[in-house]
Nanobody, 117 residues
Framework: QVQFVESGGGLVQPGGSLRLSCAVS????????MGWFRQTPGKQRELVAT???????IYADSVRGRFTISRDNAKNTVYLQMNSLKPEDTAVYYC???????????WGQGTQVTVSS
Protein backbone atom coordinates (compact mmCIF):
# COMPACT_ATOMS: atom_id res chain seq x y z
CA GLN A 1 0.00 0.00 0.00
CA VAL A 2 1.39 3.37 -1.03
CA GLN A 3 1.61 5.91 1.76
CA PHE A 4 3.13 9.36 2.20
CA VAL A 5 3.51 10.85 5.69
CA GLU A 6 4.62 14.48 5.71
CA SER A 7 5.92 16.28 8.82
CA GLY A 8 7.95 19.26 9.92
CA GLY A 9 5.61 22.11 9.14
CA GLY A 10 4.78 24.95 11.50
CA LEU A 11 4.63 28.67 12.03
CA VAL A 12 7.76 30.62 11.16
CA GLN A 13 8.60 34.28 10.71
CA PRO A 14 9.57 35.68 7.33
CA GLY A 15 13.21 34.92 6.65
CA GLY A 16 13.10 31.81 8.79
CA SER A 17 13.73 28.17 7.93
CA LEU A 18 11.95 24.84 8.15
CA ARG A 19 12.85 21.31 7.16
CA LEU A 20 10.06 19.08 5.94
CA SER A 21 10.24 15.30 5.89
CA CYS A 22 8.18 12.77 3.98
CA ALA A 23 8.26 9.10 4.94
CA VAL A 24 7.34 7.04 1.90
CA SER A 25 5.95 3.54 1.63
CA UNK A 26 6.45 2.73 -2.04
CA UNK A 27 7.94 -0.25 -3.81
CA UNK A 28 11.24 0.56 -5.48
CA UNK A 29 11.33 3.97 -3.81
CA UNK A 30 14.98 4.41 -4.76
CA UNK A 31 14.29 4.42 -8.52
CA UNK A 32 11.30 6.76 -8.40
CA UNK A 33 11.44 10.49 -8.98
CA MET A 34 9.85 12.20 -5.99
CA GLY A 35 8.36 15.66 -5.70
CA TRP A 36 7.23 18.18 -3.15
CA PHE A 37 4.01 20.02 -3.93
CA ARG A 38 2.06 22.76 -2.16
CA GLN A 39 -1.49 24.00 -2.14
CA THR A 40 -3.30 27.04 -0.78
CA PRO A 41 -7.09 27.34 -0.45
CA GLY A 42 -8.82 27.96 -3.75
CA LYS A 43 -5.72 27.24 -5.82
CA GLN A 44 -4.44 24.21 -7.66
CA ARG A 45 -1.68 22.15 -6.16
CA GLU A 46 1.65 23.29 -7.58
CA LEU A 47 4.95 21.51 -8.01
CA VAL A 48 7.73 22.93 -5.85
CA ALA A 49 10.69 20.63 -6.45
CA THR A 50 11.59 17.19 -7.75
CA UNK A 51 14.46 14.79 -7.21
CA UNK A 52 15.26 11.84 -9.44
CA UNK A 53 17.06 8.62 -8.58
CA UNK A 54 20.36 10.01 -9.98
CA UNK A 55 19.73 12.37 -8.11
CA UNK A 56 18.90 15.31 -10.33
CA UNK A 57 16.93 18.17 -8.82
CA ILE A 58 14.53 20.66 -10.38
CA TYR A 59 12.92 23.65 -8.68
CA ALA A 60 10.05 26.00 -9.38
CA ASP A 61 11.24 29.51 -10.17
CA SER A 62 9.55 30.81 -7.02
CA VAL A 63 11.71 28.69 -4.69
CA ARG A 64 14.97 28.21 -6.59
CA GLY A 65 17.93 29.28 -4.47
CA ARG A 66 15.91 29.11 -1.24
CA PHE A 67 14.66 25.51 -1.08
CA THR A 68 16.69 22.29 -1.31
CA ILE A 69 15.18 18.87 -1.95
CA SER A 70 17.05 15.74 -0.94
CA ARG A 71 16.41 12.06 -0.34
CA ASP A 72 17.66 9.22 1.84
CA ASN A 73 16.97 5.96 0.03
CA ALA A 74 18.00 3.90 3.06
CA LYS A 75 15.19 5.54 5.02
CA ASN A 76 12.66 5.89 2.18
CA THR A 77 12.44 9.56 3.05
CA VAL A 78 12.37 12.79 1.08
CA TYR A 79 13.28 16.15 2.61
CA LEU A 80 12.66 19.77 1.75
CA GLN A 81 14.93 22.33 3.39
CA MET A 82 13.25 25.73 3.16
CA ASN A 83 15.28 28.87 3.86
CA SER A 84 14.50 32.58 3.55
CA LEU A 85 10.82 31.82 3.83
CA LYS A 86 8.30 34.35 2.57
CA PRO A 87 4.61 34.82 3.41
CA GLU A 88 3.75 33.56 -0.09
CA ASP A 89 5.29 30.19 0.83
CA THR A 90 2.38 29.64 3.21
CA ALA A 91 0.61 26.47 2.09
CA VAL A 92 0.00 22.82 2.86
CA TYR A 93 2.99 20.87 1.58
CA TYR A 94 2.71 17.35 0.18
CA CYS A 95 5.09 14.83 -1.30
CA UNK A 96 4.31 12.29 -4.01
CA UNK A 97 5.87 10.37 -6.79
CA UNK A 98 6.51 12.60 -9.81
CA UNK A 99 5.94 11.00 -13.18
CA UNK A 100 4.83 13.39 -15.97
CA UNK A 101 1.78 12.12 -17.78
CA UNK A 102 0.80 9.82 -14.93
CA UNK A 103 -1.74 10.56 -12.24
CA UNK A 104 -0.18 11.07 -8.81
CA UNK A 105 -0.56 8.36 -6.19
CA UNK A 106 -2.92 8.82 -3.24
CA TRP A 107 -2.01 11.98 -1.35
CA GLY A 108 -1.01 12.05 2.28
CA GLN A 109 -2.37 14.49 4.85
CA GLY A 110 0.26 17.10 4.11
CA THR A 111 1.98 19.44 6.55
CA GLN A 112 0.97 23.06 7.08
CA VAL A 113 3.60 25.75 6.66
CA THR A 114 2.65 29.26 7.77
CA VAL A 115 5.03 32.17 7.26
CA SER A 116 3.88 35.18 9.21
CA SER A 117 5.15 37.80 11.61
Amino acid sequence: QVQFVESGGGLVQPGGSLRLSCAVSLNNFNINTMGWFRQTPGKQRELVATISHVPTTIYADSVRGRFTISRDNAKNTVYLQMNSLKPEDTAVYYCNRYQPGWAPLSWGQGTQVTVSS
